[in-house]
């Protein structure tokens, strides 16, 4: 089993930042690729963000494309997700999710990342909250 832990949620400020951490135990985790995912009241579960196992290669939705990055430290155990530039539409719990594969080719990465039917695992969620 792998076991993921979100942490770094909070109140923020529209236009503000926050960096969420999801840490990993249990099994290798260079292994799998990682996602972030939200959910806010009422909406279905949003894809926000995945990276490759390797760490070449990064998913972002269009709704936070260039104001949210996805990185991975293997040799920590940790996928990051910076949030910059935040919105009152941002606010959600993120999950953090992990895929043991097998994995996509290139052209089918996007979507299959996106999916997250697609992951194995999955963390308990940290609150985001956006307001002035």
């Known amino acids: 089993q792998l076991q993921l832990v979100e942490s770094g949620g909070g109140l923020v400020q529209p236009g503000g930042s926050l960096r969420l951490s999801c840490a990993a135990s249990?099994?290798?985790?260079?292994?799998?690729?990682m996602g972030w995912f939200r959910q806010a009241p009422g909406k279905e579960r949003e894809f926000v963000a995945a990276?490759?196992?390797?760490?070449?290669?990064?998913f972002i939705a269009d709704s936070v494309k260039g104001r949210f990055t996805i990185s991975r430290d293997n040799a920590k155990n940790t996928v990051d997700l910076q949030m910059n530039s935040l919105k009152p539409e941002d606010a959600a719990v993120y999950y953090c999710?992990?895929?043991?594969?097998?994995?996509?080719?290139?052209?089918?990465?996007?979507?299959?990342?996106?999916?997250?039917?697609?992951?194995?695992?999955w963390g308990q969620g940290t609150q985001v909250t956006v307001s002035s």
């Open positions: 999710a992990a895929d043991g594969g097998p994995f996509p080719d290139f052209a089918s990465a996007t979507s299959y990342y996106s999916r997250a039917a697609n992951y194995d695992y």
């Open positions: 990276i490759t196992w390797g760490g070449a290669d990064t």
């Open positions: 249990g099994r290798t985790f260079s292994f799998y690729a």
